[in-house]
């Protein structure tokens, strides 16, 4: 019996050669596998019929939106993630899912391999192949790009030599990633980090000069998740994407970085991510709301924890999975409302309500009708600096 291989396709050049490539290189018929998170572009169908002209033996396409929406956007908003206080997680995100797909896939066309078209140098590699080790440990990962040599070049030659139909000089000089959750551009002239970026890497956003009329938003949460936009009930994926449209419109959401990938490198990274900024900044300030200080005090490490864990490709991992409890238990009371003004880039919040609010108006107040014991504070605060007192006393002493 003929081997199987699963591949991670894409419908772009390097994904396509590899079909043909893997073949050549293993001996095995190649199972194209593309799984749509929001990228846009192509239809599925077109997808699907090039993976066949390319020679593989099937091809199975899957509209993974509402999934990869729920249960991979919706956790990264309950843990606030922002890889290096900054990089909402996009690509990282992607991957568990495409990851979890493929071994579906692997296990039930009984394919002994799975194959991607990640470089040697990036992040991608580790999360398909730390996801595969957790959801498909008995199948073997093969990387034409990383592991035979399938250069550019050589992909352009494979492609020129069989007659792929595949177009070879439409190319973009930016490596391009995108999702619902966002969009992230490398390469071409943003290696040189002195260089701005050029208005072509964008895809998401208008330029925030554009000069826009300033827009009020509201987004309701009901346990830290985003359920309605102006009081209208909205699915985890109608939210992003309208919110996507919305703030993109006003060039919120550009994030330009030298980023720490997990293998050693740093890169230089734009990131569009307008939806997802806007529901963080949101999500963030009704924690602050109705958040009890302690627990808000651990969540935001927790919230850098399961952050990392997901950037450096730990998604199906035993802490990552724990940490998914804690932010679930965390987000409990994080229900209301938070009002937005969205304007030239930024996304600031101008109002918050909720029935859960541990904000207690009448223990805030320097008016009237203030409820708090202000003689309280007086011995608190001095049993407070006691220890700073004593050693302070005993340093005096000692200096004599
Ligand atoms: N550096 C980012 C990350 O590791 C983006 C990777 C994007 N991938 C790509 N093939 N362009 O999450």
Request: charged letters at 25%; a negative charge; proline letters at 4%.
């Amino acid at each position: 019996m003929t081997a199987k291989a699963v591949l991670a396709y894409s419908g772009g050049l390097d994904t396509s050669v590899a079909i043909g490539w893997i073949a050549e290189q293993t001996g095995a018929e190649v199972i194209a596998l593309a799984v749509d998170v929001g990228q846009g572009g192509e239809d599925l169908d077109t997808i699907k019929a090039r993976a066949l002209a390319c020679g593989a033996a099937s091809a199975e396409v899957v509209d993974a939106r509402d999934e990869f929406a729920a249960e991979y956007c919706m956790p990264a908003l309950a843990a606030n993630a922002l890889y290096m206080d900054r990089y909402p997680l996009v690509s990282a995100l992607s991957r568990p899912v495409i990851v979890k797909h493929l071994a579906r896939v692997a296990r039930e066309t009984g394919a002994s391999l799975v194959a991607h078209g990640c470089t040697g140098k990036g992040n991608d590699q580790v999360r398909f192949e730390a996801g595969l080790a957790a959801l498909a440990p008995e199948v073997k990962v093969f990387a034409p790009v990383r592991d035979s040599g399938m250069t550019r070049d050589k992909s352009i030659a494979f492609a020129e030599e069989k007659g792929l139909p595949i177009s070879v000089t439409s190319r973009s000089p930016y490596s391009i990633d995108q999702n619902v959750w966002g969009r992230s551009c490398e390469t071409g002239h943003l290696e040189d980090i002195w260089n701005a970026p050029q208005p072509d890497v964008y895809g998401y956003t208008d330029d925030p000069a554009l000069g826009r009329p300033a827009e009020e938003i509201v987004i309701s949460f009901e346990h830290g998740l985003p359920v309605a936009l102006d009081g209208e009930a909205r699915t985890p994926l109608q939210m992003i994407t309208d919110l996507n449209r919305i703030a993109g419109a006003h060039g919120i959401g550009r994030i330009d970085m030298v980023e720490d990938r997990l293998v050693g490198i740093k890169s230089r990274e734009i990131y569009e991510a307008p939806g997802a900024m806007v529901l963080i900044t949101a999500h963030s300030e009704l924690e602050s709301v109705c958040v009890e200080r302690d627990l808000a005090r651990f969540k935001r490490q927790a919230e850098q924890r399961w952050t990392e864990l997901v950037y450096d490709g730990l998604w199906y991992s035993p802490l990552k999975q724990a940490l998914d409890a804690f932010m679930t238990q965390a987000s409990a009371n994080v229900t209301g409302d938070v009002r937005l003004t969205l304007h030239a880039g930024r996304a600031v919040v101008t109002g918050r309500r909720s029935p859960a609010a541990l904000y207690d108006y009448s223990l805030a107040t320097y008016d009237s009708g203030d409820t708090f014991d202000q003689q309280l504070a007086k011995g608190f605060v001095e049993l407070w600096g006691l220890p700073s007192k004593i050693a302070a006393d005993r340093d005096r002493k000692l200096a004599g």
